[in-house]
């Protein structure tokens, strides 16, 4: 008897689990600066059925990703999307943009897609609120990177920022993962490098002006540099949150990281607006 009660228990749950849970849509988007069709990965939580304007989270993959990144390998997305009652829209970076706006390829216009095409296209076919007390933006290592360099930025569209293994100073390593074919080599063009490096434009920020989560494992070859990140934020009075905890450059300490980058956005956006 004890053992049917424990199988009609279990079913029950998995039958109100699949009842309540985010819907995940891939999606067909345009960008008029790149004249071509890029997709996106869309988790609308349960609650979006309600009617209410929701909250966007802006998830970037990293080098050698895709838009379908996050919703193949970290299985546990769907839940914290439900779990924090936000929309997350996975866009495509297309394998090693680093979110630019290439200087040396015009086919690579990538902060211009994502800050302003994508977001007009999200906000005009989901129920989205519709300012940046409503966005944030996030990633991991190439991703995390574009999260801050974008909402550094563009603080006009986003008000919370976070990086996961977040490549934020890419000059130690200028034969690396594309960043030449996006810049010109740091030989030649020291001055776009040291220009666009996330480390190099914190006179962009006045404290409070972002919410900001930076999170790096002590393992990963990305941590000095997320180091070097948070000492030069706090010499500046930017308040962050900073998350160490031993981990490598890999899925498992993303998966973890998600959660928490979750919980800090919903956190943002419950905050009394201002005017």
């Not at 050698?64 to 996975?90: E, F, H, M, R, T």
């Not at 979750?262 to 201002?274: A, E, G, I, T």
């Amino acid at each position: 008897m004890t053992a049917l009660r424990t199988s009609l228990l279990f079913s029950l749950c998995f039958v109100i689990g699949r009842l309540q849970a985010a819907k995940v849509d891939t999606v067909d988007t345009y960008s008029s600066s790149m004249k071509k069709t890029i997709k996106a990965v869309v988790i609308t939580p349960d609650s979006y059925t309600t009617g209410s304007e929701l909250p966007v989270v802006y998830l970037l993959h990293g080098y050698s990703g895709n838009y379908a990144d996050w919703i193949k390998k970290a299985p546990s997305l769907a839940q914290a999307v439900d779990a924090n009652g936000a929309i997350v829209v996975c866009p495509d970076g297309n394998f090693g943009s680093w979110y630019y706006d290439s200087p040396v390829d015009p086919s690579f216009r990538y902060e211009t897609y994502v800050t302003s095409e994508l977001v007009a296209w999200i906000d005009s076919h989901y129920k989205t609120i519709k300012n940046r007390q409503g966005r944030a933006i996030t990633g991991l290592s190439m991703g995390g990177h574009g999260a801050l360099y974008l909402a550094f930025r563009h603080q006009d569209v986003f008000g919370a920022a976070g990086s996961m293994s977040g490549g934020v100073d890419i000059r130690p390593l200028p034969n690396n993962w594309d960043i030449a074919k996006r810049l010109g080599t740091y030989a030649q063009n020291p001055e776009r490098w040291e220009q666009n490096t996330v480390i190099n434009l914190l006179h962009l920020l006045t404290p409070g002006a972002l919410s900001l989560i930076i999170d790096c494992g002590t393992d990963d070859f990305f941590f000095r540099v997320n180091n070097n990140l948070h000492d030069k934020l706090l010499e500046r009075n930017i308040a962050h949150d900073y998350i160490t905890r031993p981990g490598g450059h890999n899925w498992p300490y993303w998966n973890n990281a998600i959660s928490y980058q979750l919980l800090f956005m919903r956190q943002f956006f419950s905050k009394p607006k201002q005017g």
